[in-house]
């Protein structure tokens, strides 16, 4: 069964630096782009990019440009989110998801559980 | 960049009754980008449909979607206790640019 484990919550404060992961399974890492989605509390679903793992091919929105950075490790099949700097405003639920294997279609078929990030002095 | 809206923002409705959500894009939108999602509090959202009208794996046959060009629809046949939650259109624009709608909230009445 395919799946997408992602890493635990995180408490940081503003300023500090996080990188949270996102792991899947069964099935052939490097031929699916993996996505990450931000959910604020209370709000809707934002995407904020997305990166192909067999040759780390990344795009972003332009609201989550350098922002964040989505990265890869394709040997151990992990997809990875991070920020430099944390600001209060990124505390929200992020999910990775995994995009369809269709060239034709695009959408989201495999979701992690999310994980929490809460920013707070 | 493409905007998505959806419509109603909330629908309250009974267990039994149809349910119609509208997705409407600010530019045209091929059938092929566009995808429905369900979420429920607590849970990671779920795909329902692809390509604007194809059912994702294990959903049952009460949700359909049509459309075309900037004018999307989901319908819920028969409300079940289980599908009041919120629902998400999505779609891809050029240079692999995804944007979701603000959802629709289906409520009990």
């Known amino acids: 069964e395919v799946q997408l484990v992602q890493s635990g919550a995180e408490v940081k404060k503003p300023g500090e630096s996080l990188k949270i992961s996102c792991k899947g399974s069964?099935?052939?890492?490097?031929?699916?782009?993996i996505g990450w989605v931000r959910q604020m509390p209370g709000k809707g679903l934002e995407w904020m990019g997305i990166i192909y793992p067999g040759d780390s091919d990344t795009r972003y929105s332009p609201s989550f440009q350098g922002q964040v950075t989505i990265s890869v490790d394709k040997s151990i099949n992990t997809a990875y989110l991070q920020w430099s700097s944390l600001k209060a405003s990124d505390s929200a639920m992020y999910y990775c998801?995994?995009?369809?294997?269709?060239?034709?279609?695009?959408?989201?078929?495999?979701w992690g559980q999310g994980t929490l990030v809460t920013v707070s002095s | 960049e493409i905007v998505l809206t959806q419509s109603p923002g909330t629908l309250s409705l009974s267990p039994g009754e149809r349910a119609t959500l509208s997705c409407r894009a600010s530019q045209s939108v091929s059938s092929s980008y566009l995808a429905w999602y369900q979420q429920k509090p607590g849970q990671a959202p779920r795909l329902l449909i692809y390509?604007?009208?194809s059912r994702a794996t294990g959903i049952p046959d009460r949700f359909s979607g049509s459309g075309s060009g900037t004018d999307f629809t989901l319908t819920i046949s028969r409300l079940e206790p289980e599908d009041f939650a919120v629902y998400y259109c999505?779609?891809?624009?050029?240079?692999?640019?995804?944007?979701f709608g603000p959802g629709t909230k289906v409520d009990i009445k």
């Open positions: 390509g604007a009208s």
């Open positions: 998801a995994r995009r369809g294997d269709s060239s034709s279609l695009r959408y989201f078929d495999y």
């Open positions: 999505q779609q891809y624009g050029s240079s692999l640019i995804f944007t």
């Open positions: 069964a099935y052939r890492f490097t031929s699916y782009w």
